[in-house]
């Protein structure tokens, strides 16, 4: 069997209706028909040979298949469209909004996103900060073009590229883990991903807490811990001066780990929201890296 080149237009009909899980939505983004866009899906299927999108009534999801094709067909068309940028004039209108997570490495995100902007004057780039449960609810609804977000694993509609963080527990230098009462915690509000990790922890340890301190932004977090309000759970490179990492040694259950993905809405990108991801996914791989090397 000879190989086989995948058209960027099957995979940009692919990814469309994935993105936003339908195909009658994905016909008018492409300027489309409702069947063309089924028939460049089934043409599809059949060059890779297996079904890729499974339907049930007006619900549709991936297959094993479809969400391994994903991936690759991601990575196709974003260079396809990098490529064609090159020789294209800049829409002086064009808008990017960019979700950050208050909860994961914001100021870092937020820092790399500098060069974009001098890089594309003419792109308005709108970046909003909130808990990662939100900016995916805001991926859904098409509020927010890219977002770096924290998730459970499971979350494929928009995921680009992941990665994988381990927290620790951590407390201020004099801090000491109370014997008879609640531990107190230092957390995001509710819905956060690490306030959720220190909750399941205790709770399957059979250890009590209780919320001492909670704040919406990592700074808040840190003062909090550094000031020896209780303990709090945090990655490697957001430990500061001040506080100390807490393990089993000192009683304490280990920590789920922590999934961080990168979510773009590829229909609707270009060349600004294109080199936006490029500069988060640099940094969020030299951040997986110097933490692996901790």
């Known amino acids: 069997m000879g190989v086989v080149n995948l058209s960027t237009e099957l995979l940009r009909a692919f990814i469309t209706v994935i993105e936003v899980a339908s195909f009658t939505r994905a016909a008018e983004i492409l300027g489309r ?4 866009i089924s028939l460049q899906v089934k043409r599809l299927e059949e ?24 991936i690759h067909a991601r990575q196709i068309l974003r260079l396809n469209d990098l490529a064609m940028a090159e020789f294209e004039q800049r829409d002086p209108a064009a808008r990017l909004r960019v979700g950050l997570p208050v909860d994961y490495a914001v ?25 990662s449960k939100h900016l995916l609810m805001a991926m859904r609804s098409n509020e927010i073009d890219i977002a770096v977000a ?23 230098n ?38 001492a301190y909670s704040s919406p932004g990592i700074g808040g ?32 259950p280990v920590l789920a780990p922590l999934h961080i993905g990168l979510f773009a809405r590829q229909a609707q990108l270009g060349a600004g929201g294109y080199a936006a991801m490029d500069a988060m996914i640099n940094t969020l791989e030299q951040r997986s890296s110097s933490t692996a090397d901790a």
Not at 107 to 131: G, H, K, M, S, W
Not at 185 to 193: I, K
Request: with cysteine; proline share 5%; glycine share 8%.
């Open 150 to 172: 924290l998730f459970d694993g499971d979350d494929q509609q928009f995921l680009f590229r992941n990665w994988k963080e381990q927290p620790t527990w951590v407390g201020a």
């Open 107 to 131: 100021n870092t995100l937020q820092a790399c996103l500098t060069d974009v902007v001098r890089q594309f004057p003419d792109t308005q780039i709108e970046i909003r900060c909130d808990l």
């Open 47 to 70: 060059a890779v040979g297996y079904p890729l999108i499974a339907r049930k009534g007006k619900e549709i999801s991936l297959t094993e298949r479809g969400e391994a094709l994903a």
């Open 33 to 36: 028909t409702q069947p063309a």
């Open 174 to 211: 004099a801090f000491e883990i109370p014997e008879n009462t609640d531990i107190p915690l230092v957390a995001h509000p509710y819905g956060c991903v690490y306030r959720d990790r220190m909750a399941t922890a205790l709770k399957l340890a059979g250890k009590s807490w209780r919320i």
């Open 221 to 252: 977090v840190q003062r909090a811990v550094q000031d020896g309000l209780g303990l709090s759970c945090l990655t490697a490179p957001t430990v500061q001066s001040g506080m100390r990492t807490f393990s089993e040694q000192d009683g304490l």
